[in-house]
């Protein structure tokens, strides 16, 4: 059973930072592409980062330049760096995974899922 727990959420000041992990487990995730997604209240999920196995990664053009998306092979997690964090990156963060190497920025594509983590970035 695959099982994707997120951490590392929190409220902070606009122009702050914060780190979320996510642990993945129940399979090999070899070749895999690991995904952050977000969604704001009312709003659908969004696609915020990926990587693959090599480690190329893809942003979502709103977060470029300020997130950092990373993975620890040996240990099946993946990271988000967030840096100069704006009101609204306020949302919950989901940590995703795609049985394949192509990253993708579409939720159907990915299979697994965890339960999210809230960002809230007060003005």
């Known amino acids: 059973q695959v099982q994707l727990v997120e951490s590392g959420g929190g409220l902070v000041q606009a122009g702050g930072s914060l780190r979320l992990s996510c642990a993945a487990s129940g399979r090999t995730f070899s070749g895999y592409v690991m995904a952050w997604f977000r969604q704001a209240p009312g709003k659908e999920r969004d696609y915020v980062a990926g990587?693959?196995?090599?480690?190329?990664?893809y942003y979502a053009d709103s977060v470029k330049g300020r997130f950092t998306i990373s993975r620890d092979n040996a240990n099946n997690t993946v990271y988000l760096q967030m840096n100069n964090l704006k009101p609204e990156d306020t949302a919950v963060y989901y940590c995703?995974?795609?049985?394949?190497?192509?990253?993708?920025?579409?939720?159907?594509?990915?299979?697994?899922w965890g339960q999210g983590t809230q960002v809230s970035v007060s003005s």
């Open positions: 990587i693959n196995w090599s480690g190329n990664t």
């Open positions: 995703a995974v795609r049985t394949t190497w192509l990253i993708t920025t579409t939720l159907r594509d990915y299979a697994y």
